[in-house]
């Protein structure tokens, strides 16, 4: 089992930042895949943006520019750096882990952590 703990949500206002933490612990074999998701009040939940253990970065397109994601893989831990929010980026953020062996696939969920931003 793997268990992520997010930290670093809040109140900002728009044009603001804030840097998400996330960090794993557990049975830490086999990391492939840390990201983060979000889930926004009658939305379902979406991709935010995400990073291999190789350091290949994906983001979604209305991040890009603004979203930093990064990770340490000796602490299992992945941020999320964001700058110039938008009211529109309100919701719970969630950090999500994907773990591969040779005989299964595991994909694990913080508890979420809410961001919201005032206009």
């Known amino acids: 089992q793997v268990h992520l703990v997010e930290s670093g949500g809040g109140l900002v206002q728009a044009g603001g930042s804030l840097r998400l933490s996330c960090a794993a612990s557990?049975?830490?074999?086999?990391?492939?895949?840390m990201g983060w998701y979000r889930q926004a009040p009658g939305k379902q939940r979406e991709l935010v943006a995400d990073?291999?253990?190789?350091?290949?970065?994906t983001y979604a397109d209305s991040v890009k520019g603004r979203f930093t994601i990064s990770r340490d893989n000796a602490k299992n831990a992945v941020y999320l750096q964001m700058s110039s929010l938008k009211p529109e980026d309100t919701g719970v953020y969630y950090c999500?882990?994907?773990?591969?062996?040779?005989?299964?696939?595991?994909?694990?969920w913080g508890q979420g952590t809410q961001v919201t931003v005032s206009s």
């Open positions: 557990g049975s830490l074999f086999g990391i492939d895949t």
């Open positions: 999500n882990l994907l773990q591969r062996s040779l005989y299964t696939t595991n994909n694990y």
């Open positions: 990073i291999t253990g190789g350091g290949r970065t």
